[in-house]
């Protein structure tokens, strides 16, 4: 009877352990910012082709690469965009449960760029969804915030420009 007590206990002491790594590489995984950094780092430089394999076909409305890409740089071209300043701060990845990291995170981006309409250039404070696509991380969705709560939520450090 005692020999099955510490075997139960090992194996509980073993599954606490694992459960406690699992939860601290889950919460500090460098995948989900390293994405959002690598895509907007190829937006900014215009290199469309290289940032389509960052993004998931929700983000590229299913297009192929090229067309896509010939999209955004026209897009670019037309309201003269400038990506001037990118702040991709760490990834928050929930957890399934003790055991299992969940599939996506939400990485929050301070973004600095201007365009035709806004020569000055403008801080944008923006949340990106990240998946889990087969073995690497991609973009599903971008939000920009305006609402100061929702901004503070994520942002709690940054002042608020007036918009």
């Given amino acids: 009877m005692s020999k099955l007590i510490w075997i139960l206990i090992v194996v509980t002491v073993i599954g606490l352990g694992g459960g406690y790594f699992n939860r601290t590489y889950c919460l500090s995984d460098a995948g989900p910012q390293a994405v959002v950094l690598n895509y907007l780092t190829a937006m900014k430089d215009e290199r469309f082709e ?3 394999q960052f993004v998931t076909a929700s983000m590229t409305d299913g297009k192929p690469a090229a067309a896509w890409a010939e999209q955004q740089s026209k897009m670019f071209k037309m309201a003269r965009v400038v990506i001037n300043d990118i702040d991709v701060r760490p990834g928050h ?9 969940a599939a996506n ?7 600095r760029a ?33 609402d100061d709560a929702t901004i503070g939520q994520w942002f709690p450090d940054d002042q608020i420009p007036d918009f």
């Fill in 105 to 111: 995170a939400t990485v929050p981006n301070v973004l």
């Fill in 114 to 146: 201007s365009d035709v309409l806004n020569r000055q250039g403008s801080t944008e404070f923006e949340v990106y969804k990240v998946i889990m696509d087969g073995d690497e991380w991609r973009i599903d969705s971008q939000e920009t915030l305006f």
């Fill in 50 to 52: 290289d940032a389509f």
């Fill in 93 to 101: 990845r929930e957890l399934k449960n003790v055991f299992m990291c």
